[in-house]
């Protein structure tokens, strides 16, 4: 058991029930939680034959750090995957790829909702760096609500070398920055895009903002000078396929 992660909430144990049910080793669930979301678990882990247990909300609370909603799954470890596996996502995409880049973002809550938004936005895949940025934990996977079991994690040694290894295979690669004088809302993002977000507070590093084809900004129209980081990462991420989705 020393081996296994525990991964919580009902929307991230579905996930991984529905695309790596073979990761997914035993399902604990709350006394008394017999509701249909519930059910569609239990349906899920006997297709996959995984075994179903019943404890104390009380224990699992002293499992896992979260609410848990009652419902912990014992899997197998995270798989973060290198940049062998993201040569082989863009020979398979088909059409123009949008992928997103966290410069050292560290807080596992906006590493999930990225995740999240990334899954609901199209993007192909999320890149972070190996040192200083948040990877995947049972918190990233509870914020991400099951995004990340569909969306790959990528984690580059040298993210100035990867954006360079990116542009030659006819990628732009596009960062925020708010000195930047033009919006995003005027940077065609319709072909094979790489978005750069930065991290909390301290925006993108300097070698990261060198390797950048183009800098935009969002309009900020009240008294703040930044949004957080994952909200930023969803209006950008969105406007992209906003303009992907345009009448031709």
């Known amino acids: 058991m020393s081996q296994l992660e525990k ?5 991230a144990v579905e996930a991984l029930l529905r695309h790596h049910p073979k ?23 006997t297709q996959s034959r995984v075994t179903i247990g019943q404890c104390e909300r009380r224990e699992m609370d002293s499992w896992v750090e979260g609410v848990h909603q009652g419902v912990v799954a ?10 062998a596996m993201l040569e082989e996502l863009l020979d398979r ?7 997103l880049v966290l410069d050292g973002v560290t807080d596992p809550h906006n590493l999930g909702a990225c995740l999240r938004t990334a899954d609901a936005a199209g993007a192909l895949a999320v890149i972070v ?21 569909v969306v790959p994690l990528v984690a580059v040694t040298n993210l100035a070398r990867s954006l360079e290894k990116l542009q030659q295979r006819g990628l732009w690669v596009v960062g925020t920055a708010g000195e930047a004088e033009v919006e995003v809302y005027d940077q ?7 978005l750069i ?18 800098l935009v ?31 031709k």
């Open 7 to 11: 991964i919580y909430g009902v929307h």
């Open 23 to 45: 990761r997914v080793k035993h399902v604990w669930l709350a006394d008394g939680r017999s509701d249909p979301r519930v059910q569609t678990l239990v349906e899920l882990a």
């Open 74 to 83: 014992e899997v197998s470890p995270s798989q973060v995957w290198g940049e």
């Open 93 to 99: 995409c088909e059409g123009p790829p949008l992928l």
């Open 129 to 149: 760096t190996k040192d200083k940025s948040a990877t995947l934990t049972p918190v990233v996977r509870k914020v991400a609500c099951g995004a990340a079991e």
């Open 188 to 194: 065609d993002m319709t072909g094979p895009t790489v």
């Open 197 to 214: 977000m930065g991290a909390e507070g301290k925006g993108m590093r300097r070698l990261t903002r060198e390797h950048c084809d183009y």
């Open 217 to 247: 900004k969002l309009p900020m129209a009240g008294s703040v000078s930044s949004l957080n980081v994952s909200v930023a990462t969803g209006v950008c991420l969105f406007e992209a396929l906003r303009q992907r989705r345009k009448p």
